[in-house]
């Protein structure tokens, strides 16, 4: 293999690498963890509370995405037909709905209601959008994590939209979305982070 042949080949193994480590599945597993333990008063019970979100806005979600991918309905675990998406997205949204059903009755924190609250505006408007255009959400939730974490932990997070150009990049390198579909999810999962959680927190 020559020299242009391995570059190609290495930045496509980062780039798989990217997309897979910061998956919407994943950020959205940890992101609750985060601000749960950050904002209840007691580990155990913020750890609880981020277990309830994680299990209904990533877990359970996600668990029907891999039965739809074993039984052939969808493409890949990244839903790459958008034709595809929005039975996925429904169901991730009355997910999240019930999570958040969950944490107003056990009374959690309301940084966590909030981000929950978020996590569902941000889900219905790329909901709405798949229909007619295939916007990132990759890019999407990575951008609301960041904003999410800088409103909490101060602009030194502000570092994390590192990591958000670089998830970007992987959507774009693997071909799975142009630079204007990842530029446009990123710029709905900040913007309705930066409203909604900093509005409600």
Same mark, same amino acid.
């Given at each position: 293999m020559d020299l242009p042949r391995q570059r190609v080949a290495s930045s496509t193994a980062v780039a798989r690498v990217?997309?897979?480590?910061? +998956?919407?599945? *994943?950020? %959205?597993?940890?992101?609750?963890?985060? *601000? =749960?333990?950050?904002? %209840?008063? &007691?580990?155990?019970?913020?750890?609880?509370? =981020?277990?309830? +979100? &994680?299990?209904?806005?990533?877990?359970?979600?996600?668990?029907?995405i891999l039965r739809g991918v074993r039984r052939g309905r969808l493409s890949d675990r990244h839903i790459g037909e958008r034709a595809q998406r929005t039975g996925?997205?429904?169901?991730?949204?009355?997910?999240?709905?019930?999570?958040? %059903?969950?944490?107003?009755?056990?009374?959690a924190p309301r940084e966590l209601i909030a981000l929950i609250v978020a996590s569902f505006a941000g889900g219905a408007l790329a909901t709405g959008v798949n229909h007619f255009w295939k916007s990132s959400v990759h890019a999407g939730v990575a951008a609301a994590s960041a904003v999410v974490l800088v409103l909490i932990f101060g602009p030194a997070l502000l570092a994390?939209?590192?990591? *958000?150009?670089?998830?970007?990049?992987?959507?774009?390198?693997?071909?799975?979305?142009?630079?204007?579909?990842?530029?446009? =999810?990123?710029?709905? =999962?900040a913007v309705i982070a930066g409203v909604v959680f900093g509005l409600l927190r």
């Amino acid at each position: 293999m020559d020299l242009p042949r391995q570059r190609v080949a290495s930045s496509t193994a980062v780039a798989r690498v990217l997309t897979e480590a910061f +998956a919407p599945a *994943v950020l %959205a597993a940890v992101l609750p963890l985060v *601000v =749960g333990l950050h904002a %209840a008063d &007691s580990p155990v019970r913020g750890l609880g509370w =981020g277990l309830l +979100a &994680s299990l209904f806005c990533s877990i359970i979600p996600y668990a029907m995405i891999l039965r739809g991918v074993r039984r052939g309905r969808l493409s890949d675990r990244h839903i790459g037909e958008r034709a595809q998406r929005t039975g996925p997205l429904l169901f991730g949204l009355g997910s999240v709905l019930i999570g958040l %059903a969950l944490l107003l009755a056990t009374h959690a924190p309301r940084e966590l209601i909030a981000l929950i609250v978020a996590s569902f505006a941000g889900g219905a408007l790329a909901t709405g959008v798949n229909h007619f255009w295939k916007s990132s959400v990759h890019a999407g939730v990575a951008a609301a994590s960041a904003v999410v974490l800088v409103l909490i932990f101060g602009p030194a997070l502000l570092a994390t939209f590192v990591v *958000v150009a670089a998830v970007g990049w992987s959507r774009v390198r693997l071909r799975d979305h142009t630079v204007a579909q990842v530029i446009a =999810g990123g710029a709905i =999962g900040a913007v309705i982070a930066g409203v909604v959680f900093g509005l409600l927190r």
